[in-house]
């Protein structure tokens, strides 16, 4: 079946430095999102590309859909202790199925 | 109103209990579905209802019974559960493309 791989696992950052999380799929797809979930909390969507080399900016957060649609990033510049979380990558795979990446998970250090 | 209400919010139960977790959202998506997240790994699709139907269904175990009894209800009646069930239950519910809205989840603890 459809894989989706995140990279790195784990991320410990000093607060202010940079971040990055990147989404591998072993299929082209049609759009990917992103989602953050804090330590006990739930996921919350953040963000949805569709469009070839796509990039999109959330205030300090950057994302990006790579050009052959298998793989995206999110950038965090200058990380804050509120950024803390795991961050997912999800795609469809057919009509409302969603298959969610292995998540990276962010600690920053004060 | 963009929020997903799910209860309880912990449940504890015994293997012979039957329960049900109840999912209700109000921003007129018509696709609800079902996940389980098990401790550090990503959420699992379970089920999903379209249009008040089912219409995924991931090899979930029958001892999982999933019910949509309108366009902004979604339960999940749960009957001799084992402990490898004991997880985070999630629902969310999202427009025919684009964003899903989560729930703050069902901590369940089986027994």
């Known amino acids: 079946g459809q894989q989706v791989m995140q990279i790195p696992q784990y991320q410990h950052v000093q607060e202010g430095e940079d971040f990055t999380t990147y989404c591998n799929s072993s299929t082209t797809l049609s759009n990917i999102q992103w989602y953050k979930q804090r330590p006990g909390g739930h996921p919350v969507f953040l963000i949805q590309?569709?469009?070839?080399?796509e990039v999109k900016k959330q205030k300090r957060l950057t994302f990006q859909f790579g050009e052959a649609k298998k793989n995206s990033s999110l950038h965090i510049t200058a990380t804050q202790t509120t950024d803390v979380g795991t961050y997912f990558c999800?795609?469809?795979?057919?009509?409302?199925?969603?298959?969610f990446g292995t998540g990276t998970r962010l600690k920053v250090l004060a | 109103d963009t929020e997903v209400t799910q209860t309880p919010k912990h449940l504890v139960m015994g293997m012979t209990n039957k329960k049900s977790l109840k999912c209700e959202q109000h921003?007129?998506?018509?696709?609800m579905y079902w996940y389980k997240q098990k401790a550090k790994k990503p959420p699992e699709l379970m089920f999903v209802y379209s249009y008040e139907k089912l219409s995924i269904n991931e090899s979930v175990p029958s001892r999982f019974s999933p019910e949509c009894p309108n366009s902004s209800l979604l339960n999940l009646h749960l009957h001799a559960l084992q402990p490898e069930d004991s997880a985070l239950y999630l629902c969310?519910?999202?427009?025919?493309?684009?964003?899903?809205?989560f729930g703050q989840g069902t901590r369940l603890t089986v027994v």
């Open positions: 590309l569709v469009k070839s080399g």
């Open positions: 921003m007129g998506h018509r696709a």
């Open positions: 969310a519910s999202s427009p025919r493309q684009g964003a899903s809205f």
């Open positions: 999800a795609v469809t795979s057919g009509t409302y199925k969603y298959i």
